[in-house]
């Protein structure tokens, strides 16, 4: 990719330096402006057609302009062709481009000597641009600038810029494409990984440098995930595992009294009923699902009337289809956790579903309680219970939310709840489109 690159931008210094060379050649001298003080006096005067040499104005007032030696000597010959005093003409020049205005020191200069006769003054030549000012006998003036027209030179050489970028814009588009290329791919493959952590890996393709990096972001793909599996892996044991304890201990206590019995018994039924939703949990984050367009709508209709069959009050608000790519199964268990969840603490929920800036919205509200401030985030703890008696009948096991929250990252987006203004809890779900 180096090479490529560097070759790139040699071509493009090349094409550059031949352009300026083409300019150098083809350019046409500039023509060097020349007027008479003969031509200013006559354009003052109103003396035939001066339009197109000169700009004509007559404004209220014209300033002095500072002094140099150039000018006292043109202003007295001017006055001289015009017949009038000189301290009723001045004449400047402009300032040439980033350059600053020169200061003379009048005291160093000697004076200029006006000119022998009419024909003389008539005949002093001004090279360049200027602007020049007559007081008439009225007091008006009469301004006269030189007229400031775009040059054929000038013009060419604006035509020949814009050719040379447009010469060298393809091999400038080629570079920037060939930079940014590689850095939108790893963007994606870094947003497609914030989605699907089991995507498939980036192909190894391309420069030396683009392939080498590949293979690294495949390489840290495959240890995140046998990261996730190998913790997955030692809980779902452990939590397996412990049945067989569990199992041994039940039947120890049946020569236990019946008060003891039955009070162990409990506890050891709550445990199975732990390991049980934990491996569930478990199975459900980390099981590798098939991703494919699936219309939200459409999966939450089937939560929502499933649970109305069995007499649940359920609503699904009236809305368009939202699509998205995901896992059916995966995004049916997480609304199925939330609604369940709704009815559990408020006896009913509303579902509803919308699409806005590129996120597909589910949101499921109920008029329950509440969350207390402080458990807001804590309710996505796992085993956390919202209800701190610890019964399992109204508090429940506690994975409900967090196995919904980790489904909402799977896919890239997020759960997130709020207490709502007029009372009971608000969950909602972000999911990319």
Known sequence: MFLRVFVLMVACVAITQLMNLGLLIAVQAPSTKVYSVGQIANAMRGIGDADGDFLISHPANVE????????????????????????????????????????????????????????????????????????????????????????????????????SAAAVAPFAWALAHRIAKPIGAFAEAAERLGRDPRAAPIAIEGPTEIADAAAAFNRMQARLNRYVDDRATVVGAVAHDLRTPLMRLGLRLEAAPDALRQACEGDIRDMEAMI?????????????????????????????DDMSDRGASVVLAPGDPVVIEGNSPALKAMLNNLVTNALKYAGSAEVSLAEADGQALI????????????????VFEPFFRGERSR?????GIGLGLASARAVARAHGGDLTIRNREEGGLSALVTLPV
């Open 64 to 163: 002095p302009t500072p002094w140099n030696p150039r000018s006292e000597r043109i202003e007295l010959a001017l006055a001289r062709a015009l017949q009038v005093p000189v301290e009723r003409v001045r004449i400047g020049f402009p300032t040439p481009f980033m350059q600053r205005e020169k200061i003379y020191d009048r005291a160093s200069v000697p004076r200029a000597v006006p000119p022998a006769s009419d024909q003389a003054a008539r005949a002093v030549v001004i090279i360049g641009d200027f602007s020049a000012a007559f007081r008439r006998d009225d007091g008006q003036w009469t301004l006269i600038d030189s007229n400031h027209s775009f040059e054929p030179w000038r013009l060419f050489v604006l035509w020949w810029l814009i050719l």
């Open 276 to 304: 049980s939703a934990t491996l569930s949990y478990l199975r459900d984050t980390t099981k590798q699902g098939v991703r494919k367009p699936l219309d939200l709508r459409s999966l939450a209709e089937t939560v929502t």
């Open 363 to 378: 949101e499921v509200r109920d008029d329950g309680p509440g969350v207390p401030p402080e458990d807001l985030e804590r």
């Open 391 to 395: 019964n399992r009948d109204t508090g």
